[in-house]
């Protein structure tokens, strides 16, 4: 198996895959951050995440961990 990256794969298109998979309760308490607890949307997680090197550094790497089933 080649090892996984991200590259090509927009960060909105790791969000939406993480939240189809798990939800946002599910994802919020995974990663411990406020846009996926309180009131989450794509957009304003989009947003916090582009700022927020540490965070979205998380998002990628549970991207990378998960076993998708398709």
């Not at 909105?12 to 998979?21: A, D, F, K, N, Y």
Request: proline letters at 3%; a positive charge; aromatic letters at 10%.
């Amino acid at each position: 198996m080649s090892v996984q990256s991200l590259e090509g794969i927009t960060l909105e298109s790791v969000l939406t895959r993480l939240v189809e998979h798990y939800g946002w309760e599910k994802l919020g308490r995974r990663i411990d951050i406020n846009c996926f607890q309180k009131d989450p949307s794509i957009k304003s997680s989009l947003k916090f995440l582009r700022r927020t090197p540490w965070a979205r550094e998380q998002v990628e790497a549970l991207y990378l961990e998960t076993r998708f089933t398709n």
